[in-house]
């Protein structure tokens, strides 16, 4: 009996491209409509290219805007250009308008204007407004599904509006409303508890919370989280710099902007830098956006390496020292990337700024100095255990000492300095780091072995 | 004057500990009220530990609440431990109640039953029932501040409760109302926006949303994640296993605590393991937490480089090589690591599972082939240019081309090899990567160096 359930919990992924190919609308909607949502993304991820935009031709605008929302965002783009553009027009306009903007911001300026041609000119102008803002800012994060009134309505007029445009408002975050005057300059916040508690004649002006805090459209990711952190508000308004009243930025999108920073951060420093990747793209695409990355690091790569060839007699006459090479260079990368990972955190908790340069190098060439001399220690005796020879454990204990402390103070540093110059820290930390600190760990290594050299021949 | 402004602005810094010093408590308040959002975190945690604990016990309750608030957790530990018990829980009863859970969970069982019993025992039974849950179930995320009334209630006892508690009820999410029966179950939500629209006299029952969908209270995060993903919906009531309503979940939360998890995935991929490090901490704690993923991490490196060691002779016979090795290691770490990120972020969409195994290996094993001719190419031509011989080009070409299909294959497979033991990916994956690709990189080179010896000497 258990094991039908499972069975009978994957079955969609096996109907799904049949009804597709056998056209079949009302079952494809159907398996769509039952699907379990952790089941959604795996499933529709799954279907190839062709089979995705058929299977967006055969439902109506809602349910494929349904669809699009469970997507990652290459795919989306990839089904959306596979429309015409009056079918993917129809399914834009079901879409929350945040996701609206990001797409048509993320579309071939063609591809968008052919799409935004199908729209009315009324909303196609908003979307292309949503769509101008950088998307980390207020502006690229905010709605514009929100409660707007006049300033001069009652609390009667509010009341019979809600009613009227209940199907509208389905979606709507209605815990505030906000109050504008003629020219849409944004006056006041309405609690929809104080409304709740009103008199229907009130004048919703009388009720309403005057000169509330917005945000300028501008306002960056960073700001607007210390902001979010202070108050515990659902919500800010947006003006531009009229003061005009144009969206609502809502905690949940700040949260999810930070959580795609972080995601995004993590696949920097693991070397995805030349746009996301899905295994469902193509290899050329695959395999070249990864060599982009690649082809840098080999490069210094061989600079760190030539430092190695410079001193090949040295190592010709200490052949063991070849062994220490890699771990000295690995284990100062390890402490440094420790480094990196305690310099961005404390950044993005708002504790540590790019100005307090001196205080982290003074905090991690403490820290570089103990766990220098431990490391060292033990790659020392490591090396005299090995080889009988306390030259050598000498030469790569110090080696890895000092490496330490250099690769910590460079791991603390460099985060604020690329911070400072507004250089993304997550992508460039790394290769500035391994560079440095594998070009000084085989210099110090193979120059300390030449000073130490009548004591090490024959190791 | 521009220069006075920026003077201005970070006044706070230096009066702070002053007004700490001289017990100065209406001015400590007033910097804190006056501080500007983002420069809260910076001047709060750079209080030396003992400036922070008077200066909680200088203010009042609440706003010694906001100070916890802008404080990262380890800080926050160190000041309620420093506090008598009587004064943290007047502190405590501040907090909303999943930062009340949060803090009881992580401090001593000793400091937090101390804590405990200075709190009015119906307050304190209902933390530690919070504090029991898991901190990514929906139970240690939900939180207890939320409307809820009796099914037998009218629409004017609600709305006159609503003004009756407009004080307790500030801070609370009022989107919803929950409606529970006489045991607690949970029976139906309750829209503000069809509160509003209702005559006083009806029934809240007749227009509520009847069976609306819960999640049980040990619901994992990612599952959460998937129904804020499938519906709009701001939260969930949460129900516990007896069908009672014990809380609800924002989107908010939900939202929160995946950027927290994938920053924690970034920082454990740079090898901090032991526990978030902030760098005002001792640099006994710091050192030792980094030195427990060294230690770990030098055992590793010994290991990849004992193949090296085993390999002496040819590398005697041919020195060259050794500028190779920590090029064709760190190049086949680099090619595994993002192998590693694209399985990550395909596992976070849910577009990849851990059964997909055979799906990724085959998708990585072509990026693999492609990537490694390329590289293999670049590197073996560089060492032919370098020192003349072919053969020191084809072993070094065919070593790195061969150990970058074999680090995409296992920095695609292992994380979600891991997920499937329900071992953490971002912790475990590096360090397995890193020795086998390293091992099998070592020995590739030398091994086929071994075989083409006669070809070599004298490079």
Not at 165 to 180: F, L, P, T
Not at 247 to 260: D, F, K, P, Y
Not at 352 to 369: I, M, Q, Y
Request: charged share 20%; glycine share 8%; hydrophobic share 50%.
């Amino acid at each position: 009996m258990s094991d039908e359930t499972v069975l009978d919990s994957s079955v969609p992924t096996v109907e799904l491209p049949e009804a597709i190919r056998e056209r079949d609308a009302s079952t494809c909607a159907r398996l769509i409509s039952e699907m379990p949502a952790g089941d959604a993304a795996h499933v529709l991820s799954g279907l190839s290219d062709s089979e995705r935009s058929d299977l967006l031709g055969l439902l109506d605008a809602e349910t494929s805007a349904q669809v699009l929302e469970h997507l990652p965002e290459p795919q989306v783009l990839g089904a959306v250009e596979s429309l015409s553009p009056a079918i993917a027009a129809r399914i834009i306009e079901e879409l929350p308008s945040d996701a609206q903007a990001d797409l048509i911001a993320t579309l071939d300026a063609e591809d968008a204007e052919a799409i935004l041609t199908e729209i009315s000119a009324e909303e196609a102008g908003e979307i292309r407004r949503m769509a101008a803002y950088a998307p980390d800012t207020a502006g690229g994060l905010m709605v514009s599904e929100f409660l707007r009134f006049p300033r001069d309505w009652t609390v009667r007029q509010v009341i019979e509006d809600l009613g009227e445009h209940a199907e509208e408002y389905a979606d709507y975050d209605i815990q505030y409303a906000y109050v504008v005057d003629d020219l849409g300059g944004l006056v006041g916040v309405l609690r929809m508890r104080d409304l709740l508690l009103s008199r229907r004649a009130d004048a919703i002006a009388s009720r309403m919370i005057e000169a509330p805090i917005s945000v300028a459209d501008e306002m960056p990711l960073d700001e607007l989280e210390a902001l979010f952190d202070e108050h515990r508000f659902f919500g800010f308004p947006v003006v531009d710099e009229r003061g005009q009243l144009v969206g609502v930025v809502h905690r949940t999108a700040v949260e999810n902007a930070l959580a795609e920073s972080a995601e995004s951060d993590f696949r920097r420093s693991q070397g995805i830098i030349g746009g996301e990747e899905l295994r469902s793209m193509p290899l050329r695409v695959r395999s070249g956006r990864r060599l982009a990355w690649l082809s840098v690091n080999i490069v210094l790569n061989v600079v760190a390496a030539s430092v190695i060839a410079m001193h090949q007699d040295t190592l010709e006459a200490v052949i063991a020292l070849a062994v220490f090479l890699p771990i000295i260079s690995d284990m100062s990368g390890c402490s440094g990337n420790q480094a990196v990972a305690v310099s961005m955190r404390e950044m993005t908790l708002g504790v540590t700024r790019p100005g307090d340069f001196l205080r982290v190098l003074r905090k991690e060439l403490s820290v570089g100095a103990v766990n220098g001399l431990v490391l060292g220690a033990l790659i020392g005796t490591l090396a005299l255990i090995w080889k009988g020879n306390i030259a050598l454990g000498l030469v790569v204990g110090a080696a890895l000492m000092v490496n330490t402390v250099v690769a910590v103070g460079i791991g603390g540093c460099v985060p604020l300095v690329l911070k400072k110059f507004k250089k993304d820290p997550a992508l460039a930390s790394g290769p500035i780091l391994t560079t440095v600190t594998d070009m000084c760990g085989f210099f110090l290594v193979l120059t300390l072995a030449a000073l130490a050299l009548p004591y090490l021949i024959g190791v």
